[in-house]
């Protein structure tokens, strides 16, 4: 039990010490907004005290209207200051929070690119989604309102009492007699309340999850036939939601219910103690009224600050989520360039894993000249895409060490590495733009000349001219707009603009058909032409003309050399270029018996 208090202490004092320090970087305009709104409180006692004045002079029967109108202006122009000065103080609590947003979402992205692309691919595309946007943005309302209202409400209240003491200590102590009560229901409702929220948390977590998976999945879901079965998992994540959410308000009911009940019945203790204190004479009239005024005023301002508690809560979780992204490990990068010869690619007894505990790459070494074709091949799994993402930086080994140009990649600004390799994948994204924008990302500064040019260099120009605004047409969200093998044709365009001197292919024609296969090739080719090329493939007819293909297994180089080589000596090999030529046969014959079925 003490153990897991103090890990809730200091989780609480986590997640403020980053708001904290990120409402540091606009504390001018949060200062503002708190000097505003206690202005704005200060100007709200004056129509108090005015109307107390003008009671006093009708009791005393001494009142006119011309007596009555200064204290009627000053209470309407003091309520108008009040109103303006809070807006003020809103105005500068919105923008301090929007502030505060904006900061979190940049280093929340910049964290994003530091990080190992590994470490971030570990992330779902949904927890991202919902800490980058609906977290985070679930920051600004508490924030937003807590300065101008929160404070304001707690001194307004601390004002109230402190007037009600300066007419008579006796009435403050009675009308404060329901607020104690009250405040201890609203605790002991708060009993079980951390434990609660985070099980509402995780099961608004499950739910979301399950209706992304059901949404993204529900091709497959009617391909498949499996609409009941998947629609119940569905149906019954939402229910268990439904049923735990209702099940903790109704918990919660008769303490929440009965602390709105007690702590506005202050008069129950101000009108009888009034009331003999009066007959004591040790009130005036207009002092009783006053009393009766501000006891009903002090209630308002005791149950907002309640309010905030579910909302300190929502943004508690919100800063939370966000710091687990915020403290990722970062990889580790010089602060000056490094000095590079050439394009060479060498790995020295490199040693690999994802979870720092099996090793799924073990003790490879491997040397790739400049200007030379390496493919790397192997059965599923057996590490090929590992070894390319690792030359490529998107995650560091655990043992050896990788180079380029004769330097650890380690050893070189993540953005040095990037000017130097083309990683094409073989499900590269396309962003919702034109194919033009898409391919310009390779450089940004490139021509609409130079970005034709790769186009037709990686021959898009066909599928391109039968499109309705040519070059110009938007790629659809994720490149959706387009299939498999154009979408691949404008990753090998984009890297052909990049004109980085190593180039990295992973499975480039893994969308291909057969006729479509000789177009890749040759862009392919027009990429790799004068470049360190390193392709990983299933297809082996695509690397026979290797300069040197390694065989890879279980994480393990089996052998290397060249095509015909290996088929003589190398077993694991011989079997895959035996399976790829049986299947390659099996689909021309496929394609004969569909052209003659014609």
Partial sequence: MAENEKSGNDGQRAWLGTLLSYSGRCKGRMAGSLLASILSVAAGFVPFYAVY??????????????????????????????????????????????????????????????????????????QIKSVFLDRIEGVEVPLAHMIPELSGSMLLALGLAAWLVAIDWRMALACLVSVPIGLAVFASSLKEFNARYAAYMAESNHVNSVIVEYIEGIQVVKAFNQATDSYRKYADAVRSFKDYTMGWFRSTWVGMNLMASIMPTTLLGVVPAGLWLYFEGALAPSELAMCVILALSIVDPITRFTSFVNEMKSMEYAV?????????????????????????????????????????????????????????????????????????????????????????????????????????????????????ENIRLGRPQATDEEVAAAARAACCEEFVKRLPQGIDTPAGEAG??????????????????????????????????????????????????????????????????ADCIVVIDQGRIVDQGKHRELLGRCPLYARMWQAHIGAKAWAAGSSDREGSSR
């Fill in 53 to 126: 004045r003008i009671m006093t002079a009708a009791m005393e029967g001494r009142l006119t209207f011309e007596a009555a109108l200064p204290w009627l202006c000053l209470a309407a122009g003091s309520y108008v200051v009040s109103k303006v000065l809070f807006g003020v103080s809103t105005l500068l609590s919105h923008m301090s929070a929007y502030t505060i947003l904006e900061t979190l979402r940049r280093d929340f992205i910049d964290k994003l690119m530091r990080a190992s692309l590994g470490t971030v691919q570990g992330k779902s595309i949904g």
């Fill in 320 to 436: 939370s989520d966000t710091r687990e992204f915020l403290d990722l490990p970062e990889l580790a990068e010089p602060d000056g360039r490094a000095e590079t010869s050439g394009a060479s690619i060498a790995l020295d007894h490199v040693s690999f894993s994802y979870d720092g505990g099996n090793e799924v790459i073990h003790d490879v070494s491997l040397r790739m000249p400049q200007g030379s074709f390496c493919a790397l091949v192997g059965p599923s799994g057996s590490g090929k895409s590992t070894l390319a993402r690792l030359i490529a930086r998107h995650w560091d080994v655990q043992g050896g060490s990788v180079s380029v140009g004769g330097v650890d990649v380690r050893k070189m600004p993540l953005d040095q590495l990037s000017e130097l390799v083309s990683f094409v994948a073989q499900d590269n994204y396309l962003f919702d733009a034109t194919i033009r």
């Fill in 480 to 545: 959706g707009a387009l299939s498999g093998g154009e979408r691949q044709r404008i990753s090998i365009a984009r890297a052909i603009l990049k004109d980085a001197p190593i180039v990295l292919l992973d499975e480039a024609t893994a969308f291909t058909d057969p006729e479509n296969e000789d177009k890749i090739q040759r862009s392919i080719a027009r990429l790799a032409a004068g470049k360190t090329l390193v392709v990983i493939a299933h297809r082996l007819s695509t690397i026979t003309s």
